[in-house]
């Protein structure tokens, strides 16, 4: 199989529609569905509720990790370091990306609206049909 492209990569992110945040607390692994949205500069955007535990696991560790699988069973690793931002800029294109946020923020300034934004460090992508996973430049 051909080394798949950094649009590939994209695609199954986009496709995919959520995928699951890996954070830690102490030295157990803690998994969760999301859905971030991928900004053009290669950023992961995600929106929080103030009484998460990720926001503490965030702060403790930030290293964190979402892994994509979109309808072909292709995945996405994305591992990169996360942090707690209050870039209103940032929370407005979330809210409007992501309409199920409606559901649980009035708005990109409502009170009980975190975001983490992840720095992304690696991406590893692989198909059903690929001997080993292959590692992408977002």
């Known amino acids: 199989m051909d080394k798949?492209?950094?649009e590939e990569a994209i695609d199954i992110i986009r496709d995919a529609g959520f995928g699951f945040l890996a954070t830690t607390e102490g030295n157990q692994p803690r998994v969760r569905p999301m859905m971030p949205y991928l900004t053009?500069?290669?950023?992961?955007?995600?929106?929080?509720?103030?009484?998460?535990?990720t926001i503490t696991?965030?702060?403790?560790n930030p290293n964190v990790e979402v892994c994509f699988v979109d309808r072909k069973m292709?995945?996405?690793r994305v591992s990169?370091?996360?942090?707690?931002?209050?870039?209103?800029?940032?929370?407005?294109?979330?809210?409007e990306n992501v309409p199920m946020?409606?559901?649980?923020?009035?708005?990109?300034?409502?009170k009980n609206y975190y975001l983490v934004a992840?720095?992304?460090?690696?991406?590893?992508v692989?198909?059903?049909?690929s001997r080993n996973p292959q590692q992408i430049d977002l």
């Open 80 to 95: 990169g370091t996360a942090e707690i931002s209050t870039d209103l800029s940032k929370k407005q294109i979330v809210f």
């Open 4 to 6: 798949l492209t950094k």
């Open 40 to 53: 053009e500069d290669g950023e992961l955007l995600l929106a929080l509720l103030a009484r998460s535990r």
């Open 74 to 76: 292709w995945y996405c």
């Open 101 to 110: 946020l409606r559901q649980y923020f009035a708005g990109p300034e409502d």
């Open 126 to 129: 692989m198909t059903p049909h």
């Open 118 to 124: 992840i720095k992304i460090n690696a991406v590893e």
């Open 57 to 60: 696991q965030i702060k403790s």
